[in-house]
């Protein structure tokens, strides 16, 4: 098979992290029988330096024409970086939000996993780590409160903000069926989060996933409202598979499930339209401070990849290779610094995609 991946390597440490994701990904098509053709696109702040903009038509154009899109991080320091001068629809964030919407990803994937060999940099009890866990938070990106009607107004004297949360049920479907079909993959649990007590747009959004849940009798489906969602991610982990839910509460779930793993540098992402297209990039940020030194992990975005082998190209044997190197890797002893411990063996960006590599 030809991938035809477009590559957004981003700022900060983004291109570090992207060459070592690249480099596995071409260790896994040599030894799978696959070609890869790259098509490099500017985004954030690189764009900013070469174009004044975050995002030009041009890239939008270039990325559609991609199977998918491999990601680095966006974005400087807020306090030092020129590109935080200018308007905010001017700054690298900017563009990241204006190419989610041009490509349609409403779909975003935020798998937690916590490996026992990683289990001590978890902030919860041991007994509760044991064994580790693996979930999957399903964010829907393009609907509700972010994407409301808002205003600020004064009224009476007082100033009054408003912000409306809307979903349709069409919206609601197309996430939830992703949602479904991700399970199938995985271990055939979905768990929709909501507010249903409360809100309008939670009880429609729990009507119109029991409707889809008809389709998929091989899922077990549970509702769980959002606060008592948030306690469980810390009281029990390993009981959720993929969580399904809309856009802020996915957004506030996800940064909690990615603190209870105990390092944001291993936690990968993708965003999804209706087509098998997607964008994947790491969870974290940029971390300026640390660009250039050869010392940020690449592990999410090495696991980003793999996501974008399993999800836009259906090449399951491919990503499980991957995600068992990575495995394997840790096993062994081997850590960058930001998941270093004590008896472990410290090894940089460039090393750490060397080793994986080399297990595929």
């Known amino acids: 098979m030809n991938l035809k991946i477009g590559v957004i390597k981003g700022d900060g440490i983004g291109p570090e992290i992207v060459t070592e994701a690249m480099k596995v990904l071409d260790k896994t098509a040599a030894v799978y029988g696959h070609t890869i053709q790259y098509e490099q696109l500017l985004l954030g702040g690189a764009s900013i330096d070469v174009h ?16 998918a899109v491999l990601m680095g991080s966006i974005g400087g320091d807020a306090k030092t970086s020129p590109w935080y001068k200018l ?8 563009g990241l939000l204006k190419i989610r919407k041009a490509l349609n990803l409403f779909a975003n994937l935020r798998p937690a996993v916590l490996y026992e060999e990683l289990k001590g940099a978890c902030p919860l009890k041991e007994e509760i780590t044991e064994g580790g866990f693996d979930m999957m938070i399903m964010r829907e990106l393009t609907g509700g409160l972010y994407f409301g009607e808002r205003k600020t107004v004064e009224e009476g004297g007082v ?20 949602a479904f079909d991700i399970a199938m993959k995985r271990r055939r649990k979905v768990t929709s989060v909501d507010k249903a007590n ?16 008809k389709d998929y009798p091989d899922v077990t489906v549970e509702n769980m409202l959002v606060d008592n969602c948030a ?5 029990d982990p390993k009981q959720f598979d993929v969580i399904l839910t809309e856009n802020m509460f996915g957004d506030i779930l996800s940064d909690e499930a990615s603190m209870v793993t105990g390092s944001i540098g291993m936690l990968a992402s993708a965003s999804l339209n209706e087509t098998k297209f997607g964008l994947y990039e790491p969870s974290g940020g940029s971390a300026p401070d640390i660009a250039g030194k050869g ?30 190197a990575v495995a394997d890797v ?31």
Do not use: H
């Open 87 to 94: 308007e905010p629809d001017k700054r690298p964030e900017a």
């Open 52 to 67: 004044g903009v975050p995002l030009t038509e041009d890239t939008i154009a270039r990325a559609k024409a991609c199977d």
């Open 231 to 235: 306690m469980q991610l810390v009281k």
């Open 295 to 324: 010392i940020a992990n690449p592990i999410a975005t090495i696991l980003s990849a793999a996501m974008m082998l399993r999800f836009s190209f259906d090449l399951d044997a491919e990503a499980d290779a991957i995600e068992k």
């Open 198 to 213: 409360v809100l309008d747009s939670s009880r429609l959004w729990r009507s119109v996933v029991e409707e889809v849940a």
């Open 159 to 178: 100033r009054t903000a408003y912000d409306s949360l809307t979903y349709n049920e069409n919206e609601i479907r197309r996430i939830a069926k992703r």
């Open 330 to 360: 840790l096993k062994e002893g081997w850590r960058t610094i930001d998941i270093m411990s004590a008896g472990k063996k410290q090894v940089g960006t460039s090393e750490m995609g060397d080793l994986i590599s080399a297990r595929i």
